[in-house]
């Protein structure tokens, strides 16, 4: 059978392709994120002729959309429904947006985290947690991920420890879910602990202003510093961190391991030691606990190995569970992987659009925001209680979280028709679109949302 011939025609309907929109500014409209950036006085736009709100929310839609490209706002400008959706009075040209977020210099940073955190704490499900013997804990995920830029000429691109041109900014994720509640935008050529302390500390307040539940901060071995283990206790958070043994003697902790720890033979050749151990540290009164797991290998690829191959991995805690579950605790700490993959590729944002460095710090802000937007869409999507069972999207599968790619596609990226009757809006949804009973029912629950 051959393809049927379709006759092209344009027509006067008022149509949109990104209905999603709508969910991303009843969201934004649940906090005050405007009214307080509004109140902020820029240095050199003392006086602007389009609120500092607009540029925000307008620049948080477009990255809610996959396109952190200033001229992407070009395309919206004549389409009412970017301002109905996102409550904008006056949308913002390419040059007027980029010029405005260039004389920001963080002046919105605290603002737009204190919302964000605000806004989880308000329409989030339940933050997914590990279990422990001390309860039930939110995982607090801090790491570093490279942000390729080379070939440019950006301030602050620099050689990363990937070996790649570019950026290395530090990320902290709250929860299975992987809410993100901190970033901090830095030059890649920044150790990965440099000023770590001071954005601990800051992020432990937003993840207190989320849940009311216990912390567990996990670090891998970049990390690895008293300092980090200090703020901990000082906050009264749990700590899972990889050690980095530095000039450590891997035959001394094979030793130690064959002393006190448990033995496994996975398979022939290979043996796990796994167990712990106490160091006393001149700066805690109490001494802190060690949780090792020690690989010893005689055998790779079928071969006898003449000198065996020993790998030993460590980790500081404030756990007292047993170390086979501390290590599988430390093991989800890859997850964060994912989220930083979600937030280079699905939202396009690991080629930074500036060449200002400040510019590009106030973009990450803002595309804390847009994640943290996109992840509460696909979360609330997820619930048994949006809509009956039976009237749910019949291809959805089974999961914990929704990647942003996926939220974009069937939530944000929908079509409809925009009507109005009785001075009031409407959007239509066509006859085949088996997302639209998901899409209202989201919909309703952030414009009324239940108290």
Same mark, same amino acid.
């Given at each position: 059978?051959?393809?049927?011939?379709?006759?092209?025609?344009?027509?006067?309907? +008022?149509?949109?392709?990104?209905?999603?929109?709508?969910?991303?500014?009843?969201?934004?409209?649940?906090?005050?994120?405007?009214?307080?950036?509004?109140?902020?006085?820029?240095?050199?736009?003392?006086?602007?002729?389009?609120?500092?709100?607009?540029?925000?929310?307008?620049?948080?839609?477009?990255?809610?959309?996959?396109?952190?490209?200033?001229?992407?706002?070009?395309?919206?400008?004549?389409?009412?429904?970017?301002?109905?959706?996102?409550?904008?009075?006056?949308?913002?040209?390419?040059?007027?947006?980029?010029?405005?977020?260039?004389?920001?210099?963080?002046?919105?940073?605290?603002?737009?985290?204190?919302?964000?955190?605000?806004?989880?704490?308000?329409?989030?499900?339940?933050?997914?947690?590990?279990?422990?013997?001390?309860?039930?804990?939110?995982?607090?995920?801090?790491?570093?991920?490279?942000?390729?830029?080379?070939?440019?000429?950006?301030?602050?691109?620099?050689?990363?420890?990937?070996?790649?041109?570019?950026?290395?900014?530090?990320?902290?994720?709250?929860?299975?879910?992987?809410?993100?509640?901190?970033?901090?935008?830095?030059?890649?050529?920044?150790?990965?602990?440099?000023?770590?302390?001071?954005?601990?500390?800051?992020?432990?307040?937003?993840?207190?202003?989320?849940?009311?539940?216990? *912390?567990?901060?996990?670090?891998?071995?970049?990390?690895?510093?008293?300092?980090? *283990?200090?703020?901990?206790?000082?906050?009264?958070?749990?700590?899972?961190?990889?050690?980095?043994?530095?000039?450590?003697?891997?035959?001394?902790?094979?030793?130690?391991?064959?002393?006190?720890?448990?033995?496994?033979?996975?398979?022939?050749?290979?043996?796990?030691?796994?167990?712990?151990?106490?160091?006393?540290?001149?700066?805690?009164?109490?001494?802190?606990?060690?949780?090792?797991?020690?690989?010893?290998?005689?055998?790779?690829?079928?071969?006898?190995?003449?000198?065996?191959?020993?790998?030993?991995?460590?980790?500081?805690?404030?756990?007292?569970?047993?170390?086979?579950?501390?290590?599988?605790?430390?093991?989800?700490?890859?997850?964060?992987?994912?989220? +930083?993959?979600? *937030?280079?590729?699905?939202?396009?944002?690991?080629?930074?659009?500036?060449?200002?460095?400040?510019?590009?710090?106030?973009?990450?802000?803002?595309?804390?925001?847009?994640?943290?937007?996109?992840?509460?869409?696909?979360?609330?999507?997820?619930?048994?209680?949006?809509?009956?069972?039976?009237?749910?999207?019949?291809?959805?599968?089974?999961?914990?979280?929704?990647?942003?790619?996926?939220?974009?596609?069937?939530? *944000?990226?929908?079509?409809?028709?925009?009507?109005?009757?009785?001075?009031?809006?409407?959007?239509?949804?066509?006859?085949?679109?088996?997302?639209?009973?998901?899409?209202?029912?989201?919909?309703?629950?952030?414009?009324?949302?239940?108290?």
């Amino acid at each position: 059978m051959r393809p049927v011939e379709f006759i092209i025609k344009e027509g006067d309907e +008022h149509l949109t392709s990104h209905s999603g929109l709508a969910l991303i500014g009843a969201l934004m409209d649940r906090i005050e994120l405007g009214t307080r950036i509004n109140t902020v006085t820029l240095p050199r736009c003392r006086e602007p002729k389009i609120p500092h709100s607009d540029i925000v929310k307008s620049m948080i839609g477009l990255l809610c959309m996959g396109k952190p490209d200033y001229d992407a706002i070009e395309a919206f400008r004549d389409m009412p429904f970017f301002l109905y959706s996102l409550g904008i009075e006056q949308c913002p040209s390419s040059p007027t947006l980029r010029q405005r977020l260039d004389v920001v210099k963080g002046a919105f940073d605290q603002i737009v985290k204190e919302e964000s955190a605000r806004l989880i704490r308000k329409t989030a499900p339940d933050i997914g947690t590990v279990s422990t013997r001390k309860g039930e804990l939110a995982a607090l995920d801090i790491d570093v991920s490279p942000f390729d830029n080379s070939k440019t000429k950006k301030e602050g691109v620099s050689r990363t420890y990937k070996g790649v041109d570019g950026y290395a900014p530090i990320f902290a994720y709250l929860g299975r879910e992987g809410y993100q509640v901190n970033v901090e935008l830095r030059e890649g050529k920044q150790h990965s602990q440099k000023d770590t302390p001071a954005f601990l500390r800051e992020s432990i307040r937003y993840a207190k202003m989320i849940t009311d539940k216990g *912390i567990l901060v996990r670090l891998d071995s970049g990390n690895d510093s008293f300092d980090n *283990i200090g703020i901990c206790i000082e906050e009264g958070t749990d700590w899972l961190i990889k050690r980095n043994l530095r000039r450590e003697s891997i035959q001394d902790w094979l030793k130690i391991a064959q002393e006190k720890g448990q033995k496994t033979a996975s398979r022939e050749g290979k043996t796990v030691w796994r167990g712990e151990t106490h160091r006393t540290v001149d700066d805690f009164a109490d001494p802190l606990r060690i949780v090792f797991e020690v690989t010893e290998r005689t055998m790779k690829g079928g071969q006898w190995l003449l000198v065996p191959d020993v790998e030993v991995d460590t980790y500081w805690t404030s756990l007292e569970d047993d170390p086979y579950h501390v290590i599988l605790l430390y093991h989800d700490h890859g997850t964060c992987e994912q989220f +930083h993959s979600e *937030i280079k590729s699905d939202m396009d944002l690991e080629r930074l659009p500036s060449e200002h460095f400040s510019t590009n710090s106030d973009v990450m802000v803002l595309a804390l925001m847009s994640y943290n937007l996109l992840r509460l869409c696909g979360q609330e999507s997820l619930r048994d209680d949006n809509g009956n069972l039976e009237n749910r999207a019949t291809h959805r599968k089974k999961a914990q979280r929704r990647r942003l790619r996926t939220v974009m596609q069937d939530l *944000i990226y929908m079509a409809s028709r925009i009507s109005s009757h009785a001075r009031r809006l409407y959007l239509s949804f066509g006859r085949y679109n088996p997302w639209a009973v998901v899409w209202r029912n989201l919909y309703r629950g952030f414009m009324n949302p239940v108290t």
